[in-house]
């Protein structure tokens, strides 16, 4: 199956952008708030029950390179029969989920490739706010680009 969908959640634990990269999986945009908020919230509890087990790791996914010596907080990664969901948080605070298939190994890989997109085309970009949803289409074609869609 694949890669399922994308979920960018700011600081506060709002929805700046999703993309659903399954044409056959369905959320309504009601579920997606949900699903987004739920995770950030219990993203920060994690990160406030366990203060002292904090995991420095090589790099992102424990392999060297990507963010090499960042400490990894909270939850960030949720295994389960039906998909996997992996969460990689920017220095800023910024959520970047991904939703894929339990097969898929390319997860750490897309993660980084949609940070440095968010950072090449929304974050560097003036006439983007910094807590409102993303509508640029150079980050559109970047994610359609990372996923050959």
Same mark, same amino acid.
């Given at each position: 199956?694949?890669?399922?969908?994308?979920? *960018?959640?700011?600081?506060?634990?709002?929805?700046? &952008?999703?993309?659903?990269?399954?044409?056959?999986?369905?959320?309504?945009?009601?579920?997606?708030?949900?699903?987004?908020?739920?995770?950030?919230? #219990?993203?920060?509890?994690?990160?406030?029950?366990?203060?002292?087990?904090?995991?420095?790791?090589?790099?992102?996914?424990?392999?060297?390179?990507?963010?090499?010596?960042?400490?990894?907080?909270?939850?960030?990664? *949720?295994?389960?029969?039906?998909?996997?969901?992996?969460? %990689?948080?920017? %220095?800023?605070?910024?959520?970047?989920?991904?939703?894929?298939?339990?097969?898929?190994?390319? #997860?750490? &890989?897309?993660?980084?490739?949609? &940070?440095?997109? &968010?950072?090449?085309?929304?974050?560097?970009?003036? %006439?983007?706010?910094?807590?409102?949803?993303?509508?640029?289409?150079? %980050?559109?074609?970047? *994610?359609?680009? *990372?996923?050959?869609?």
């Amino acid at each position: 199956m694949g890669h399922l969908a994308i979920f *960018i959640v700011n600081q506060n634990g709002s929805l700046v &952008y999703h993309k659903v990269i399954t044409p056959s999986l369905k959320f309504a945009t009601n579920d997606t708030i949900r699903l987004a908020s739920t995770f950030h919230s #219990m993203h920060a509890i994690s990160q406030q029950i366990t203060p002292n087990c904090q995991d420095i790791r090589a790099g992102f996914g424990g392999s060297p390179g990507f963010l090499a010596g960042t400490v990894m907080e909270g939850i960030n990664e *949720i295994v389960t029969d039906n998909f996997t969901l992996k969460c %990689f948080q920017s %220095f800023t605070g910024v959520k970047f989920i991904l939703v894929s298939d339990p097969q898929q190994k390319d #997860m750490d &890989y897309c993660l980084k490739s949609i &940070y440095e997109a &968010y950072a090449d085309h929304v974050s560097k970009n003036p %006439f983007q706010e910094a807590e409102m949803p993303i509508r640029s289409d150079l %980050f559109e074609g970047s *994610i359609t680009k *990372i996923f050959n869609l």
